[in-house]
């Protein structure tokens, strides 16, 4: 196991992945709960997260704007203080403010969403990537679990303010890490861009399948957790559910090992 663990960028891919899962998680698995709990009607909030995802994928460019200039350090730093509002927002009254909310909300993953995949091809070796997106999927796991129990006290509690701190101290660690590994990525070129997207759109490929299928694990992904709230209709034992899914999610993930893709010569 210690070659996933030799390179120092691997080490703080693994603790990025960890904190930014611990800060995510409140809008990620609770926010749509919240928002319902604290009396935003369905429609409304069914409304609000299509058209982010519509934004999100409109000004998904800035990513690349902004870190070929700045590094992607600096997309992440940007991307998580707007998520941070974003948690001011769902504890503070999001239905106020429905425009800033949707602002907010909407660019982090255009900003920070590419980080990913930017920083694993630039530092994971072929033969590492099957066990180190294990890792780092256990890493995820590990910082959703704990964090499930810390928002859950928060919310019980009612002490929004320290939970909030958390949150921020999360993303701000996150960030730190990541400037770990920061780097500029290269521009790519507006005419591999076209060729990439037609290639992607009219081609007959898988391309169309992948992408659909990614946007109904998100929809998925966001809206199950308000099912499972719809049907229990209680705040702790919605978390308890949540909790131990997590955890039954790292059991599984530590048993099941991809093999590593052979070494090219």
């Given at each position: 196991?210690?070659?996933?663990?030799y390179?120092?960028?691997?080490?703080?891919?693994?603790?990025?992945?960890?904190?930014?899962?611990?800060?995510n998680?409140?809008?990620d698995i609770f926010?749509?709960?919240?928002?319902?709990?604290n009396?935003?009607p369905?429609y409304?909030?069914l409304l609000?997260?299509?058209?982010?995802?519509?934004?999100?994928?409109?000004?998904?460019?800035?990513?690349?704007?902004?870190?070929?200039?700045?590094?992607?350090?600096?997309?992440?730093?940007?991307?998580?203080?707007?998520?941070?509002a974003?948690?001011?927002?769902?504890?503070?009254?999001?239905?106020?403010?429905?425009?800033?909310?949707?602002?907010v909300?909407s660019?982090?993953?255009?900003?920070s969403n590419?980080?990913?995949?930017?920083?694993?091809?630039q530092?994971?070796?072929t033969?590492?990537?099957?066990?180190y997106?294990?890792?780092?999927?256990?890493?995820?796991?590990?910082?959703q679990?704990?964090?499930?129990v810390?928002?859950?006290?928060?919310?019980?509690?009612?002490?929004?303010?320290?939970l909030?701190?958390?949150?921020?101290?999360?993303?701000?660690?996150?960030?730190?890490?990541t400037?770990?590994?920061?780097?500029?990525?290269?521009?790519?070129?507006?005419?591999?861009?076209?060729?990439?997207i037609?290639?992607?759109?009219?081609?007959?490929?898988?391309?169309?399948?992948?992408?659909?299928?990614?946007?109904s694990?998100?929809?998925?992904?966001?809206?199950?957790?308000l099912?499972?709230?719809?049907?229990?209709?209680?705040?702790?034992?919605?978390?308890l559910v949540?909790?131990?899914?997590?955890?039954?999610?790292?059991?599984?993930?530590?048993?099941?090992?991809?093999?590593?893709?052979?070494?090219?010569?």
């Amino acid at each position: 196991m210690k070659e996933y663990f030799y390179k120092t960028q691997y080490k703080w891919l693994y603790l990025t992945k960890f904190f930014f899962a611990f800060g995510n998680s409140f809008i990620d698995i609770f926010g749509v709960v919240l928002l319902y709990k604290n009396g935003m009607p369905l429609y409304l909030i069914l409304l609000l997260y299509g058209l982010r995802f519509g934004i999100m994928g409109l000004c998904s460019p800035l990513f690349l704007k902004i870190a070929s200039k700045h590094g992607i350090a600096s997309c992440a730093g940007l991307a998580n203080l707007l998520r941070i509002a974003g948690v001011y927002l769902i504890q503070n009254g999001a239905q106020e403010n429905l425009f800033l909310f949707l602002i907010v909300m909407s660019l982090p993953g255009a900003l920070s969403n590419p980080i990913e995949d930017a920083v694993s091809s630039q530092y994971v070796e072929t033969q590492h990537r099957g066990r180190y997106n294990s890792m780092r999927n256990i890493a995820r796991i590990c910082g959703q679990a704990l964090a499930s129990v810390v928002v859950a006290w928060g919310i019980v509690s009612e002490n929004n303010t320290l939970l909030l701190l958390f949150i921020a101290i999360a993303f701000l660690l996150d960030y730190l890490c990541t400037a770990m590994v920061d780097y500029k990525p290269q521009v790519m070129d507006s005419k591999v861009f076209k060729e990439t997207i037609n290639h992607i759109f009219k081609s007959e490929n898988h391309y169309q399948t992948i992408y659909a299928l990614r946007t109904s694990h998100i929809i998925e992904r966001l809206f199950l957790p308000l099912y499972v709230y719809l049907v229990l209709q209680d705040f702790v034992a919605f978390t308890l559910v949540i909790t131990v899914s997590l955890f039954i999610q790292i059991v599984t993930v530590t048993f099941i090992r991809k093999n590593d893709r052979p070494k090219y010569k």
